[in-house]
């Protein structure tokens, strides 16, 4: 944890890292609450990293990334920027650039998966953030300079590694075998998923995941959409356009409802997911809306 003020709106490194960080937040699926359970970092901690309240310390972007199945090379390059940022090693910084707002899904349709939900979610992909000047001279001084030569060792060593796995031809004419980049397989299928998280069992990739029907619409202006994936044979629910206080409960017609509760401002900007059901029978499928505060219970089928 530094104990350094935090930088300026003119802090571009900072502001994206955390853009960034919000994004693989969202690939994953998971809550704030879900974060802390599954990492050494508070709930409270993760929300500073993610609002660019407070540097996240290196393990824990390299954990995120871990847990988003994202390189990382390009946040780590861009956490050492921010860390000079944050530090005040930077003796001054490039143009101003905007910090993507967290973005807000639209009601999207039967063709609108997103990213994916263990991806995934996402959720919406942050706006892109204003391409300032290139120029280096915003960098100029000795100590500006050793933070970006800082971040070029970081991207070079990926770029090493990466080359390292590229296919090479040796006296002999034979190949060298290259790691596979396919997925990892589900971690999960049918009955073996209920009650899991679709991020973490990797069910909710974007190649493994689709919406069943169009988005619905609730009373109260939320949106809902039930989620299947085929190799997982699972489904599960998720909600947006939502305010605090707000339940939703997906049935696969047999076991226990499965229930996400909206609980933080946090949340209402980006897809709250439920854990998994059962998938293997669709048309029993049932997802029900709770407001909050004594308002009235809504239900509907994946047809609507």
């Given at each position: 944890?530094?104990?350094?003020?935090?930088?300026?709106?003119?802090?571009?490194?900072c502001n994206?890292?955390?853009?960034?960080?919000?994004?693989?937040?969202?690939?994953t699926?998971?809550?704030?609450?879900?974060?802390?359970?599954?990492?050494?970092?508070?709930k409270?901690?993760?929300?500073?990293y993610l609002?660019?309240?407070?540097?996240?310390?290196?393990?824990?972007?390299?954990?995120?990334?871990?847990?988003?199945g994202?390189?990382?090379?390009?946040?780590?390059a861009?956490?050492?920027?921010?860390?000079?940022?944050?530090?005040?090693?930077?003796?001054?910084?490039?143009?101003?650039v905007?910090?993507?707002?967290?973005?807000?899904?639209?009601?999207?349709?039967?063709?609108?998966?997103?990213?994916?939900?263990g991806r995934?979610?996402?959720?919406?992909?942050?706006?892109?953030?204003r391409?300032?000047?290139?120029?280096?001279?915003?960098?100029?001084?000795?100590?500006?300079?050793?933070?970006?030569?800082?971040?070029?060792?970081?991207?070079?060593?990926?770029?090493?590694?990466w080359?390292?796995?590229?296919?090479?031809?040796?006296?002999?004419?034979?190949?060298?075998?290259?790691p596979?980049?396919?997925?990892?397989?589900?971690?999960?299928?049918?009955?073996?998923?209920?009650?899991?998280?679709?991020?973490?069992?990797?069910?909710?990739?974007?190649?493994?995941?689709?919406?069943?029907?169009?988005?619905?619409?609730?009373?109260?202006?939320?949106?809902?959409e039930?989620?299947?994936?085929?190799?997982?044979?699972?489904?599960?629910?998720?909600?947006?356009?939502?305010?605090?206080g707000?339940v939703?409960?997906?049935?696969?017609?047999?076991?226990?409802?499965?229930?996400?509760?909206?609980?933080?401002?946090?949340?209402?900007?980006e897809y709250?997911?439920?854990?998994?059901?059962?998938?293997?029978?669709?048309?029993?499928?049932?997802?029900?809306?709770?407001?909050?505060?004594?308002?009235?219970?809504?239900?509907?089928?994946?047809?609507?």
């Open positions: 944890m530094k104990d350094t003020a935090p930088p300026t709106a003119a802090a571009p490194a994206r890292l955390a853009a960034g960080l919000r994004e693989l937040r969202a690939r699926g998971l809550s704030m609450a879900a974060l802390a359970e599954r990492t050494a970092y508070s409270s901690s993760w929300e500073r609002n660019g309240k407070q540097l996240a310390p290196r393990q824990a972007v390299e954990v995120l990334c871990a847990m988003a994202e390189p990382p090379g390009r946040l780590m861009l956490w050492e920027l921010a860390d000079g940022e944050w530090s005040g090693r930077a003796d001054s910084a490039p143009d101003p905007a910090a993507p707002a967290a973005a807000r899904p639209d009601d999207g349709g039967p063709g609108d998966d997103g990213p994916g939900d995934s979610v996402r959720s919406a992909e942050p706006g892109q953030a391409r300032g000047h290139s120029g280096l001279s915003g960098w100029a001084g000795p100590r500006g300079w050793a933070v970006v030569a800082a971040a070029v060792c970081v991207v070079a060593v990926t770029a090493a590694v080359v390292a796995a590229l296919p090479n031809t040796g006296s002999n004419g034979s190949t060298a075998r290259v596979s980049t396919a997925p990892p397989p589900p971690g999960c299928r049918g009955q073996g998923c209920v009650g899991k998280d679709p991020g973490l069992m990797g069910c909710g990739m974007p190649s493994r995941v689709r919406a069943l029907g169009p988005p619905l619409r609730t009373s109260t202006g939320a949106r809902l039930f989620r299947y994936s085929a190799a997982c044979a699972a489904a599960w629910a998720r909600i947006w356009h939502s305010h605090i707000n939703i409960e997906v049935s696969s017609g047999a076991g226990r409802w499965r229930r996400a509760e909206v609980t933080d401002t946090y949340d209402t900007q709250v997911f439920t854990p998994m059901v059962d998938g293997t029978d669709r048309t029993k499928l049932r997802v029900c809306f709770e407001p909050g505060g004594g308002g009235t219970r809504e239900c509907f089928t994946p047809g609507g």
